[in-house]
């Protein structure tokens, strides 16, 4: 399954709403998505599974929504300290496979 | 704390070999599928090859198949990746990755990577 993220690049100022999109080359079982946040220098941090299930310590502006070939993370209100890329992955059928990012940077 | 630290990286010439390793703390090794994932540097994610707890299922990307082995040691806590007939396009941050509810489901830790450079 191809993941397509969309923007390449989201330009946002600290405070505004984030909305990054991903879809999917065919409908993705149970909805099995994940979304990763990583900043420079830095590994991939789990932020959501199962398309909206926030994982352990992650802040609450973080959700998760879709399904089928349609999935999206919102940043509600952006904080300094997530302006990264974040990519998007699908578990529904092996293999995984992961989209291609989207940065967020500071507009 | 959970830990994954990888091993075993280098520059390789087209067609040569190199096994990775990683070892794992901080949690029941034996519990988990595991996984590696790799990242050519400013590039993207690509699920290379999993293993499940066991050893009794494993799989691998397409463009890895036939060529790498994963293998790993309950005893030891290591996951492992022997890795032949190198490509250049193989060049990347090899990370060793904790699968949840499946090797090649989601991954909740990842370890900082080995660095693989494929070049003559």
């Known amino acids: 399954i191809v993941l397509t993220q969309s923007p390449g690049t989201l330009s946002l100022s600290p405070g505004e709403r984030a909305t990054l999109s991903c879809r999917a080359s065919?409908?993705?079982?149970?909805?099995?998505v994940a979304w990763y946040q990583q900043k420079p220098g830095q590994t991939p941090r789990l932020l959501i599974s199962?398309?909206?299930t926030r994982a352990t310590g992650i802040p609450d502006r973080f959700s998760g929504s879709g399904s089928g070939t349609d999935f999206t993370l919102t940043i509600s209100r952006l904080g300094p300290e997530d302006f990264a890329v974040y990519y998007c992955?699908?578990?529904?059928?092996?293999?995984?496979?992961f989209g291609g990012g989207t940065k967020v940077e500071i507009k | 704390e959970v830990q994954l630290v990888e091993s075993g990286g280098g520059v390789i010439r087209p067609g040569g070999s190199l096994r990775l390793s990683c070892v794992a703390s901080?949690?029941?090794?034996?519990?988990?599928?595991m996984s590696w994932v790799r990242q050519a540097p400013g590039k993207g994610l690509e699920w290379v090859s999993g293993?499940?707890?066991?050893?009794?299922?494993?799989r691998y990307a397409d463009s890895v198949r036939g060529r790498f082995t994963v293998s790993r040691d309950n005893v030891k806590k290591s996951l492992h990746l022997q890795m032949n007939s190198l490509r250049v396009e193989d060049t990347a941050f090899y990370h060793c990755?904790?699968?949840?509810?499946?090797?090649?489901?989601?991954?909740?830790?990842w370890g900082q990577g080995t660095l693989v450079t494929v070049s003559s």
């Open positions: 990755v904790r699968g949840i509810s499946g090797y090649d489901h989601y991954f909740d830790n």
């Open positions: 901080g949690f029941n090794f034996d519990d988990y599928g």
């Open positions: 065919h409908s993705i079982m149970n909805n099995y």
């Open positions: 199962g398309a909206s």
């Open positions: 992955q699908q578990y529904g059928s092996s293999p995984p496979t």
């Open positions: 293993i499940n707890w066991n050893s009794g299922s494993v």
